[in-house]
């Protein structure tokens, strides 16, 4: 059976977000949506509305421990008596993330937004956003929590699904492929609008950043080789034809990339800089988006050889490589 769509309500700028739903042979959720009462409420009605019951639920598997994904796991299983399904890597997320958003907000505060410039009122709103993702994280009690490993098999819809994790959004994303159907549940790996690579915090305590974008197009690289017919995305609507929207949102990479280096070239050395010449449409609380990306055109520089970073009075500097 193909994967049922319940798009459900959230307070971020994404818009909404996809939970797929099987119904047979057994009830499975891939993800859930944020925690709040409307996407309860939406949840519920979804459910029902394909003749599920919330205690008919088997399984809820998460594909990454994003709030607007997995936000709502702990409180469905507790209500449905159901079994929560992540990978290996993402499983600390759900089981105790008030430590593990702690660990990202620290590592932002002091291991990577000083580095930027930026100033006070921008460097607070990134901070204040992702505590407000942080306060709507709920843990799943661990005798809820199944993990499989990142080259696991899941039944769904009565077929086997090949896990795929997939970095580059989120280091701990998994998507799910069934390749007798060429159906792939994308998550956010394929997106309408690019999806932002996040800077992680590095699991190793040298806190030595670890480029996002360039690992999200070695992701991008692996679903374009993959025989799909549907794609069935974390936002949006479901689609067809992957390797056209992995070709145009390469193209756009590539143009901002080159756009980002035209404008280091011409002296806007700091990331500060950068965000303002190249986001400051962006509304401050969701600056932290453009933040993202820009971070990711200069890795990719850097990548390339075209610019590297130099430490310049506790700041970063992306200096072209010929200066
Ligand atoms: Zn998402």
């Not at 679903?223 to 756009?252: C, K, M, S, W």
């Amino acid at each position: 059976m193909n994967p049922i769509r319940i798009e459900l309500p959230t307070p971020f700028d994404v818009g909404s977000v996809n939970a797929f739903l099987f119904t047979e042979p057994e009830p499975v959720l891939v993800d859930t949506g944020v925690h709040s009462d409307e996407n309860w409420a939406a949840l519920v009605a979804g459910l029902n509305a394909n003749g599920v019951a919330l205690t008919d639920l088997r399984r809820i598997v998460i594909t990454h421990p994003h709030v607007d994904h997995c936000g709502e796991a702990g409180p469905l299983a507790e209500a449905s008596g159901a079994q929560v399904w992540v990978s290996e890597v993402a499983q600390r997320w759900l089981a105790d993330p008030a430590h593990m958003w702690q660990r990202r907000v620290d590592y932002y505060a002091h291991h990577f937004l000083p580095f930027t410039g930026l100033p006070e009122p921008a460097f607070q709103a990134v901070v204040g956003s992702m505590r407000r993702a942080a306060e709507t994280a709920v843990p799943v009690p661990r005798h809820r929590l199944t993990t499989f490993p990142l080259d696991g098999t899941l039944q769904m819809g009565g077929l086997p699904w090949q896990v795929l994790h997939m970095p580059g959004h989120s280091d701990y994303q998994t998507c799910f492929y069934q390749p007798d159907t060429r159906q792939f549940l994308a998550a956010d790996m394929l997106l309408a609008k690019t999806p932002t690579p996040i800077v992680e915090r590095p699991l190793d305590d040298t806190l030595t950043r670890i480029p996002a974008l360039p690992k999200f197009m070695r992701s991008l690289d692996l679903v374009e080789a993959l025989d799909i017919e549907t794609v069935y995305p974390g936002h949006g609507d479901i689609f067809t034809n992957h390797r056209a929207l992995i070709a145009q949102q390469r193209q756009r990479i590539v143009a901002r990339k080159e756009e980002c280096f035209r404008l280091v070239r011409n002296g806007r050395y700091t990331i500060a800089q950068l965000t303002e010449e190249m986001y400051s449409h962006i509304p401050l609380r969701f600056r932290f988006s453009g933040l993202w990306m820009l971070v990711g055109y200069l890795d990719l520089l850097q990548a390339e050889g075209a610019v590297t970073e130099q430490l310049r009075d506790g700041i970063w500097h992306y200096i072209p490589a010929n200066q």
